[in-house]
């Protein structure tokens, strides 16, 4: 009930005798607590996973109460205040549970707690952009090894360091022999002018080819000491992270490369107990079939060869469980009209060519700097129509609310994504300060696609203890925990497995049984198939006991779930069970 439980066998002070101060055994005192302890429960009752908790059979129990005993005694051995990291010396920081993501990446790993959560399923991947997936490191490396992919600038060449730190960076296929007399290192270097990338990388001024590897990383992500930077704001580190997407498309989205990357990608998901993933992407970016110097005319080829290789996956004895994947077909907000619509016509012609693939539509980009979904709202409400004209179900995932705004145009996209029949919002960081948005989301079952690792680096917020999802999940909104883009923002792995691991760090209230309900909302509101609006409500609705995919699949989590929190106890109960208090 308290630290400060009465001991029978302690003497009573004489001073607190003479002051008559009250005693926990006093009635009154008990009567308080047992009011205080009510009142707790109460309030617990209102979070999004109490049911889910209250579903938990025994063995389930006890391994959530196995992990708490486990996080307690991480807060005393590895959180001790002391840290080998320069950065985090230099600042004069400590080692603290929930501290900011970067800087506990490397101490995060050697924990019993990320074993554990690394092995949890966790069901559907719900918020991801597949451009900002892929693992640079091996990237790079593909570009090196890919016979007949170049480098080149739009510019006048990168010959000095401000330049390669400024200068546009794209790569294409090419089948054209290359001259190296104008190196794009060099002043004389002509704008566009095609060079290989192994003689670049070769000729790099700066050391050679593990130089060239650095520095073109140093162009596709964004380091520890920028994420930290928080007082340079968030037009800041956008302006970094949207310069990111340029030169990573440019090295994906070329056939060869485009089909080992998503093999790699997905193996990584499945490694890290993820079975379903609706992917984001623009579908703007320039993509080359094999061997070919001009891009494909639209997104036919693209998903033609996306479809062909999670085919080919699932065929493997590693994707055999593996449920699938869609994309989510996204704008960019900062578009004009013109150019938002064109973009809509082509959605619906590749959703009529690959039905099983388009799961829905979005606008994605800096909220703060583009276009409004007020503003917005004519083109949205043509789609709409003619998504009824050619017969397809587009329905709309929109991001919203991702930005520090109280009542400005953006922080009231929220408005609009509800108004205009969201399925999901992406982030929604801003809907904890709207009582009756958040009502609204409760009644109408939309789920929050939360990225908090995302969100502080990003600078929404400077860690995960100041994330507002923990007010959410205490007023009942359904959310789950997604991780945006993790190749950009400095996950190292893909997977969710640092977001579900910080969220369990930051939040006390969560524990293991609060990322189970994150996992089973995950695949409770994936998008799975093409739905009506009253058939999503419905499935949504019937959760376990649905008698549609989704249904079947959620208890398919479930048991895995069980089986899961049966390894835990098989593991540590010898050291961490027991009935004895935490």
Not at 210 to 233: D, Q, Y
Request: aromatic content about 10%; glycine content about 6%; some cysteine.
């Amino acid at each position: 009930m308290t630290d400060r439980e009465p001991d029978d066998e302690v003497q009573v002070p004489a001073w607190e005798v003479e002051e008559g101060l009250p005693q926990f055994e006093d009635q009154f005192i008990q009567q308080y607590l047992q009011g205080r302890e009510a009142l707790i429960d109460q309030e617990k009752s209102q979070r999004s996973d109490y049911a889910f908790r209250q579903s938990l059979n025994p063995l389930a129990i006890e391994a959530c109460t196995i992990v708490s005993r486990i996080l307690a005694e991480e807060r005393q051995t590895i959180w001790t205040g002391d840290s080998d990291c320069a950065s985090m010396q230099r600042e004069r920081m400590s080692l603290y549970p929930g501290m900011m993501f970067t800087l506990a990446r490397e101490t995060m790993k050697t924990t019993k707690s990320w074993k554990i959560i690394k092995k949890m399923p966790k069901g559907a991947l719900l918020h991801a952009h597949q451009d900002a997936m892929i693992d640079v490191d091996w990237l790079i490396d593909q570009i090196l090894a890919t016979e007949g992919m170049a480098i080149f600038t739009k510019g006048s060449g990168l010959s000095t360091a401000q330049k390669r730190v400024q200068g546009d960076i794209l790569f294409r296929y090419t089948k054209t022999a290359i001259s190296d007399k104008s190196s794009i290192w060099t002043e004389n270097y002509e704008a566009a002018k095609l060079e290989q990338v192994s003689q670049a990388a070769n000729s790099f001024p700066d050391g050679g080819v593990e130089a060239f590897k650095v520095w073109l990383k140093s162009r596709c992500t964004i380091s520890m000491e920028e994420s930290i930077k928080h007082h340079l704001g968030l037009d800041d580190v956008w302006q970094k992270f949207t310069s990111c997407f340029p030169p990573l498309n440019s090295m994906i989205y070329y056939e060869p490369i485009f089909r080992a990357s998503l093999q790699r990608l997905l193996g990584q998901l499945i490694d890290d107990r993820l079975r379903w993933v609706d992917f984001r992407w623009t579908f703007s970016a320039e993509f080359r079939i094999e061997g070919c110097e001009e891009p494909s005319n639209d997104s036919y080829d693209l998903l033609r060869v996306f479809d062909e290789e999670i085919r080919n996956f699932k065929a493997t004895d590693k994707g055999k469980d593996f449920w699938g994947c869609r994309f989510i077909w996204t704008s960019l907000r900062r578009w004009g009209k013109k150019q938002i619509v064109e973009h809509m016509k082509e959605c619906i012609a590749m959703k009529l060519a690959f039905p099983e693939i388009i799961a829905g539509y979005d606008v994605v980009g800096q909220e703060d700097t583009g276009r409004p979904l007020a503003d917005l709202t004519p083109e949205l409400f043509w789609f709409k129509k003619r998504c009824v004209e050619h017969g397809v179900e587009i329905p709309f995932f929109f991001h919203a609310g991702e930005c520090l705004g109280d009542g400005d145009d953006t922080d009231q996209n929220l408005v609009d994504a509800i108004l205009l029949g969201t399925r999901r919002i992406g982030h929604g960081f801003s809907l904890f300060k709207h009582p009756l948005l958040t009502e609204m989301v409760k009644t109408k079952k939309i789920a929050i696609e939360s990225c908090p690792i995302s969100n502080e680096v990003l600078r929404l917020t400077s860690s995960i203890k100041a994330h507002p999802l923990p007010a959410l999940l205490a007023r009942g909104v359904p959310c789950v925990l997604s991780n945006d883009d993790p190749a950009i923002l400095g996950h190292r792995d893909n997977g969710v497995t640092h977001d579900f691991w910080q969220a369990l760090q930051g939040w006390e209230n969560l524990g293991l049984a609060g990322l189970g309900s994150l996992a089973e909302n995950s695949v409770r509101w994936a998008a799975f198939e093409d739905q009506t609006a009253k058939e999503w409500n419905k499935d949504i609705k019937d959760g376990v006991y649905g008698e549609g995919v989704k249904g079947s699949r959620m208890r398919e989590w479930m048991v895995e779930w069980n089986k899961f929190c049966e390894w835990i106890v098989m593991e540590y109960a010898i050291d961490y069970g027991g009935d004895e208090e935490d």
